[in-house]
């Protein structure tokens, strides 16, 4: 799965990774600990045709639901059954997105409880996670909540020995594909919910104060000296 995730980048380096026109996104703070419920940047596809940043609620929120809740079960959306099951079919079929991130959490269970290790490209550039965004009004009129899903699927070779599941990242040359295709093509995306190469990616533990949402320093995603908890 896929339980926290890191946006430090700029909104404006998301924006150039997704080929967007530049434009004032804010002046947001990077985020070292994104968790669920709370907002992340997602691009999507606009009214217009064209490719947008938006800020949506991480925990999907069905269009023909009641509203949020605080379960934690809409977060991630397996691979295997996202074309089927009720509450993703039809955001696979019509509003995918891309989840920019510059690395995630995983936990590996160890002797002396769950360790957190930080998995991110070698090279420093931010990686792009397959999504799906749902728009959901209230029955009663007023409350709008625009909210998201990161699809996962099963490790590769480096994130075996961590976890048995992680997010789908989608490559550079897909990101068309992935975010126009027509709800009659969405099934042909099915190959790219893949597990990425592992070549250039890295793992390692650091401190378990990740586990707490309420932190957010830069020292989150460094790594833990031997000794260190």
């Not at 700029?10 to 002046?27: K, M, Q, S, T, V």
Request: negative net charge; aromatic residues 10%.
């Amino acid at each position: 799965m896929c339980g926290r995730f890191v946006q430090s980048s700029l909104a404006e380096d998301y924006a150039r990774l997704f080929g967007i026109e530049e434009r004032n996104f804010g002046n947001l703070m990077p985020r070292y600990n994104v968790a669920p419920t709370q907002t992340t940047w997602a691009c999507v596809m606009g009214p217009d045709g064209r490719r947008d940043l938006a800020l949506l609620r991480w925990g999907l929120v069905p269009h023909w639901s009641k509203g949020p809740d605080s379960r934690y079960s809409m977060i991630n959306a397996r691979a295997e059954t996202v074309h089927k099951k009720p509450a993703y079919r039809e955001a696979f079929k019509r509003r995918r997105c891309l989840v920019p991130a510059d690395g995630f959490y995983e936990w590996r269970a160890e002797k002396g409880g769950k360790q957190p290790h930080f998995i991110h490209r070698t090279d420093g550039e931010p990686m792009a996670f397959a999504g799906l965004w749902e728009h959901w009004k209230s029955p009663e009129g007023g409350d709008v909540i625009d909210s998201c899903a990161i699809i996962v699927t099963e490790a590769n070779e480096l994130m075996q020995p961590i976890h048995d599941r992680m997010p789908v990242i989608v490559a550079w040359g897909d990101f068309e594909r992935w975010l126009q295709a027509s709800p009659e093509e969405a099934e042909s995306l099915l190959p790219l919910l893949r597990p990425a190469p592992t070549a250039a990616m890295e793992a390692y533990p650091v401190s378990k104060a990740v586990n707490n949402p309420k932190n957010e320093a830069k020292e989150l995603i460094e790594r833990l000296a031997v000794g260190e908890d």
